[in-house]
């Protein structure tokens, strides 16, 4: 035996490195490989969306992200070249009201950094070659050219992409559906008279058009193809004046590919001690950008999971939780992203007039825009148990909002993700703390979990401006408790401990 470690983590994309992250926050031992020997250069992914930047708030690595990328509050919507309608992101309830544009590779690297710096390092040049199970633990066995060497786990996580090596191991099936057509893809520098600050999206009866500007000179373009044997690079400019109706110069392609679209998922994301997360478990269209978004979104509620587990003795079963809320979610995602290729995918030029009306008529109505960018947000996500009052903004098993606090030693504002440490956070909205002893006492007697914030007229280290928290609560006493991955787990409106303590026992029997 070479090493043992709690948590084996196999892939080093975003959702690897996000757990990688996450659990070394938390001090648990681990240790992540991947097969290529250098980090990648490509472009990839580049669609990061307000709920993801939240999740990098968490993480501490937020303000990195957005220091190098670009981000857009508006998308136009085109048919036939016409300009028909516009999404507003700007409208969207979240601290990070856009859509944040930035190059995979450099969202690697700034996760990479900041794993780095809590003394770890991906253990490059290393593949999977085979698993042991045994009731208790998994035995990995690694190969590289310098070496071969077995690591002993007590889970083995698959983080290695939509061609899943651990996923092909298991035999698990892949479970959806292939499109008929393929893609093109391709990252350039052009000269076109189109706004950089915004996303375009064009269709005509030739097929849909993406663009997304990367930065004031370089754009990526997506579009449908009826045929791909024949396309390359030289017919770029001809795809894009076509279906856009207007002209450009390309000066240089920096990235061309042509690929698939795919939407399959695997039946069950844990098997034994293995869990699989991102595309080794589920695969989607990437209209919308919702892929990457949603694998780093399984790493985040599978993080602090492993924690109570790991840490606290909390029992499997919360582990398991994670199969049973990214379930929901993937498939949730799958169908939304279905519907989208297949809307994108309709070319037939009597459709095309009845498509652009729906476009125009449904964007002026505020509500609905508001609807379809929380999808493409990833906010509309909960998990299941919700409360499924639509009006209400805060309630148990749905993203809590980010409100802004003011601290009251030096005046500054923070959001509530901003000062998260991992913990459970409890917000306590107390007038009047006589009547709270015995809550204060369980809290404190319990701090490793519990992060307590407290808005109080009579001892605040927050304050709550305009008393924007209680009006979107509609209660002015009572507590809060937000989960690590920032959902909300438990609300009343008194401050007597008996109803918090029987929540945080299905997590923690031993509180």
């Known amino acids: 035996m070479d090493k043992k470690v709690d948590v084996l983590i196999v892939g080093a994309g975003p959702t690897g490195l996000t757990l990688a992250l ?6 648990i031992s681990f240790e992540i490989i991947d097969r290529k020997t250098t980090p990648s250069n490509n472009s990839r992914a580049i669609g990061i969306q307000p709920r993801t930047i939240e999740v990098f708030s968490r993480l501490d690595v937020a303000k990195e992200v957005l220091g190098r990328a670009r981000t857009i509050e508006k ?9 028909t ?20 590779n450099e969202t690697e690297a700034i996760l990479e950094d900041a794993l780095n710096g809590h003394g770890h390092a991906v253990q490059r040049g290393e593949s999977l070659v085979s698993l042991t199970h045994y009731p208790s633990r998994v035995l990995a066995h690694l190969e590289s050219d310098a070496s071969n060497r077995t690591i002993e786990a007590k889970y083995v996580v698959a983080a290695d992409g939509a061609n899943s090596s651990i996923r092909r191991m298991l035999a698990l099936p892949f479970s959806g559906k292939s499109f008929k057509e393929s893609w093109v893809l391709a990252d350039m520098k052009a000269k076109w008279n189109i706004s950089r600050e915004e996303v375009h999206i064009f269709f005509s009866d030739r097929g849909v058009l993406e663009v997304f500007p990367l930065t004031d000179d370089t754009i990526r373009i997506t579009g449908n193809l009826a045929n791909d044997e024949s396309f390359n690079e030289s017919e770029l400019r001809k795809l894009i004046e076509q279906r856009s109706h207007m002209e450009v110069e390309i000066d240089e392609v920096e990235w061309f590919s042509l690929f698939r679209v795919h939407n399959r998922m695997v039946d069950s994301f844990i098997h034994n001690r293995v869990i699989l997360m991102g595309d080794a478990a589920h695969i989607n269209s990437p209209v919308g950008g919702q892929g990457m978004n949603t694998g780093i979104a399984d790493s985040f509620n599978l993080g602090w999971k492993l924690w109570l587990h790991l840490k606290a003795g909390a029992p499997f079963r919360v582990v398991a939780s994670y199969r049973d809320e990214r379930e929901h979610v993937a498939r949730n995602v799958l169908q939304t992203t279905n519907v989208a290729t297949e809307v994108l995918q309709t070319t037939l030029p009597v459709l095309l007039p009845f498509q652009a009306l729906g476009a125009d008529v449904f964007t002026r109505v505020n509500l609905i825009n508001q609807k379809i960018t929380e999808r493409i947000a990833q906010l509309h996500l909960s998990y299941p148990g919700h409360s499924r009052i639509p009006f209400l903004r805060v309630a148990k098993g749905k993203i ?14 923070t959001k509530i993700s901003e000062i998260a440490d991992g913990r459970f956070q409890v ?9 709270a002893t015995a809550l204060y006492d369980y809290l404190n007697d319990h701090q490793s979990f519990f992060q307590i914030i407290t808005l109080s007229k009579t001892s605040r280290p927050f304050f709550d401006q305009g008393n924007e928290l209680a009006k979107s609560l509609f209660m002015k006493r009572g507590v809060l408790v937000i989960r690590p991955d920032g959902y909300l787990l438990h609300k009343q409106r008194h401050l ?9 026992a299905a997590w923690l029997p031993a509180l």
Do not use: C, H
């Open 427 to 435: 917000i306590i909205l107390d007038d009047d703390q006589r009547d």
């Open 75 to 83: 998308g136009n919507l085109y048919f036939s070249g016409q300009w």
């Open 400 to 413: 809590f909002p980010e409100i802004e606090i003011i601290r009251t030693d030096d005046g500054l504002r």
């Open 22 to 27: 996450t659990l070394a926050r938390y001090g």
């Open 496 to 504: 007597r401990p008996e109803s918090l303590q029987q929540t945080m």
């Open 85 to 104: 309608a516009k999404l507003e992101f700007s409208r969207l309830v979240t601290p990070y009201p856009f859509v944040t544009l930035l190059r995979q």
